[in-house]
């Protein structure tokens, strides 16, 4: 495993509808965005914070994104689907992915700010070509494959007082 030091340079990458559906069904919070970039970042070199949203036409949702680039995070936008049956979906997974194998060569560290297990192979992928991979999220909802998979898991429930408003 990779040691952490301060000449890392690191991409974060959140998974923002992840991190939403837990922070809200399990604590009925929002997650601080702020704490979450400064501890991923961990006092290294950020060459890239993007954070994935969905647009769903919320009132609010433009100053999030908003409140997002003034914290440092890029915002990559997707639109809702809704399918004919009233059916909606939405997720970043292939773009997160994508965005992470193009960075590897780039970064040392990724911070994967996600409980989906989807990443596991992501993680394998990156530790495969020499990249640290650090994943952070809420340890009642992570996946166990994720935790397996990534170098380092944060728990963001163990610091509630940082990582939620």
């Given at each position: 495993m990779?040691?952490?030091?301060p000449?890392?340079?690191v991409?974060?990458?959140?998974?923002?509808q992840?991190?939403y559906?837990?922070?809200?069904?399990?604590?009925?919070?929002?997650?601080?965005?702020?704490?979450?970039?400064?501890?991923?970042?961990?006092d290294?070199?950020?060459?890239?914070a993007?954070?994935y949203?969905?647009r769903?036409?919320s009132p609010e949702?433009?100053s999030f994104?908003?409140?997002?680039?003034d914290?440092g995070?890029?915002?990559k936008i997707k639109e809702?689907?809704?399918?004919?049956?009233?059916s909606?979906?939405?997720d970043?997974?292939?773009?997160?992915?994508?965005d992470?194998v193009?960075?590897?060569?780039?970064?040392?560290t990724?911070?994967?700010?996600?409980g989906?297990g989807?990443?596991?192979r992501?993680?394998?992928?990156?530790?495969?070509?020499?990249?640290?991979?650090?994943a952070?999220g809420?340890?009642?909802?992570?996946?166990?494959e994720?935790?397996?998979?990534?170098?380092?898991?944060?728990?963001?429930a163990?610091e509630?007082?940082?990582f939620?408003?």
């Amino acid at each position: 495993m990779t040691e952490i030091h301060p000449d890392q340079r690191v991409a974060v990458l959140a998974d923002s509808q992840n991190l939403y559906h837990s922070a809200q069904s399990f604590y009925s919070q929002n997650i601080d965005y702020s704490g979450l970039l400064e501890a991923a970042v961990n006092d290294r070199a950020l060459v890239r914070a993007i954070a994935y949203v969905i647009r769903a036409d919320s009132p609010e949702e433009e100053s999030f994104f908003e409140a997002l680039r003034d914290i440092g995070f890029e915002t990559k936008i997707k639109e809702i689907k809704t399918f004919a049956d009233g059916s909606k979906k939405a997720d970043w997974d292939l773009g997160i992915s994508l965005d992470a194998v193009s960075l590897a060569s780039h970064v040392d560290t990724v911070v994967l700010c996600t409980g989906d297990g989807d990443f596991a192979r992501l993680c394998s992928h990156l530790r495969h070509e020499g990249v640290r991979v650090e994943a952070m999220g809420f340890g009642n909802s992570a996946a166990a494959e994720l935790i397996e998979a990534a170098d380092e898991f944060v728990d963001l429930a163990e610091e509630e007082e940082t990582f939620l408003l």
